[in-house]
């Protein structure tokens, strides 16, 4: 299938503050009056050569650049860092139905979940916004760099970054999506392994190449949109489906820690209860019984244990 | 073997009744006042940069600190400050705050303590049962927070410990606070609802009627100078 370019002479798309549907650490904005189409970046991880262009092009587009590592010996980049947003990982996989060698490779990064878990962890308003079109953002001028973020994502995606203190992830190119562009990405990849364009779309072209792969012996392809962290804008058609975890320790039904869960939910409501609870009893507790106060008898006691027992000791 | 006059386990260096009119009751030396001023600003300024970050309603906080970089920046070396500065308290306070028997009489009469009824209460040393809990579990609280703080602290520590490691971490450290922050509540408000308290951390001393009243057990053991009374 051909893809052609997006459309670039109709930029209204635009992603303002108008069309932000979720704010970090801030109450819930108004309803926008429009609502952009859902949009998702699909991974076919079976045609997938690592070729790493599409790496090249992430770094490229976000002007980034890594420092030159050193070849230990396997294909891949140590790990997603603060400037490379995306990662080819490579995992040799023994097939035990055929015994044959398989080599998995899948392109890692953020996943854009419809239900964020950097976004609820954030403690600094608008740090993290999401569009009304799926992506989620890093707002860096917002972003206070405490790392809340990557305890909240259920990938392990957002990289504090060591020279700014701000946290780095994926963009989905929001702003080659705002004027009507596909992320760097998807454009470089030779293989058209990377696709973008509206969810449904996207869904639907994942589901011809489940039939395809099932024509050909794979009997357990599918696709990942993991309902968990009710779906993603990132989703991947995989070979086997039903373990993504050999895709490099994919996780398998994904959702937002319970101990983020609760640290976000029931702890901060209650924690603030108690406090102000106990700060409110001892405001009743003075209006009730007043001061402890010190009686004159009490000095004049004192002073007849002091001024006589003290003296004679 | 020499002598050794008996000593109180409560009486601390400094303390001592100067007789006169009014009494007066040396009860904390300067060294353990500044001491305790350090602690003191530290949970304060920890309070209010921990709790800007724990609920957004309260982020505004962050303006206090110059922003919520420099509030993220600063928080933990301010809990550093506190650590060094409680093992202090601790070093000084820890013998006079040992439980004993009394300890449980007095707690079981918490409500003639809160109705200020305190002539059916045991006599007390230098502290009693409601100091000495606040006393451990500020210890207590003070060393899982440094723990779990430095679990959390993204700048130096991100890669020592594991995300799931970190989870663990921020809750402890968000229970923990709210406990400590409740607890200090506490302590702050009963050195206001007994009248005569501050002036020992600020001064140094309390009057001979305010001892006799609270801690007559420890006023007795000053003024017996040592011997058991």
């Known amino acids: 299938m051909d893809l052609p370019n997006p459309n670039v002479h109709d930029p209204k798309v635009g992603l303002t503050e108008r069309d932000v549907i979720l704010r970090s650490a801030s109450s819930l904005p108004p309803p926008p009056e429009r609502r952009l189409t859902s949009v998702a970046k699909l991974i076919d991880v079976s045609k997938c050569i690592g070729c790493k262009a599409c790496q090249s092009a992430c770094l490229e587009w976000n002007n980034m650049r890594e420092e030159v590592g050193v070849n230990t010996g396997v294909y891949d980049n140590p790990d997603l860092t603060p400037n490379m947003f995306t990662l080819m990982r490579f995992t040799e996989w023994v097939n035990p139905d055929s015994g044959d060698l398989e080599w998995l490779i899948r392109k890692d990064g953020c996943m854009h979940c419809e239900d964020p878990g950097c976004l609820k962890a954030c403690p600094a308003p608008g740090a993290i916004v999401q569009y009304s079109n799926g992506i989620v953002d890093f707002v860096h001028e917002n972003c206070i760099g405490c790392g809340y973020c990557v305890k909240g994502c259920p990938f392990n995606i957002p990289r504090i970054s060591k020279v700014d203190h701000k946290a780095y992830k994926c963009t989905l190119c929001s702003d080659r999506v705002a004027v009507g562009q596909g992320p760097a990405c998807a454009k470089a990849c030779p293989t058209q392994c990377i696709s973008f364009g509206t969810k449904e779309e996207m869904l639907k072209q994942a589901e011809g190449r489940i039939t395809d792969l099932k024509s050909r012996g794979f009997a357990n392809a599918g696709v990942y949109d993991p309902p968990g962290v009710r779906g993603t804008h990132v989703i991947y058609v995989l070979h086997h489906a039903d373990k993504p975890e050999i895709y490099a320790g994919l996780p398998n039904n994904p959702r937002i820690s319970p101990l983020v869960d609760l640290w976000k939910g029931g702890a901060k409501y209650a924690g603030m209860a108690v406090i102000v609870i106990t700060a409110a009893f001892g405001l009743l507790h003075h209006l009730v019984s007043g001061p402890n106060r010190v009686k004159p008898e009490d000095e004049e006691n004192a002073k007849k244990l002091a001024n006589t027992k003290g003296r004679s000791a | ?229």
């Open chain 2, 1 to 229: 073997m020499k002598f050794q006059p008996y000593q109180p386990y409560d009486v601390m260096p400094g303390d001592k009744v100067n007789p006169g009119d009014p009494v007066t009751v040396d009860r904390y030396t300067a060294g353990a006042r500044i001491n305790h001023w350090i602690t003191a600003a530290s949970l304060v300024l920890l309070a209010l940069s921990g709790l800007a970050l724990f609920h957004p309603s309260l982020f505004f906080l962050t303006a206090l600190f110059g922003g919520g970089d420099f509030t993220r920046f600063v928080h933990p070396w301010i809990g550093v400050v506190l650590f060094f500065g409680f093992f202090g308290l601790l070093l000084r306070f820890w013998r006079a705050n040992l439980w004993e028997g009394a300890d449980n009489t007095w707690l079981a009469r918490i409500s003639d303590v809160l109705r200020d009824k305190e002539e059916r209460l045991p006599e007390v040393g230098k502290y009693n049962a409601g100091q000495k809990m606040v006393f451990w579990s500020m210890s207590a609280l003070i060393l899982v927070l440094i723990t779990s703080g430095i679990v959390i602290w993204d700048r130096y520590f991100s890669e020592v410990f594991s995300v799931e490691q970190q989870r663990v971490a921020v809750l402890v450290h968000a229970v923990a606070a709210v406990v400590m922050i409740s607890i200090w509540i506490v302590h702050v408000y009963a050195a206001i609802w007994v009248r005569g308290t501050i002036g020992a951390m600020t001064r140094g001393y309390v009057t001979g009627g305010w001892a006799w009243r609270h801690h007559r057990k420890w006023l007795r053991e000053l003024v017996s100078g040592g011997r058991r009374s």
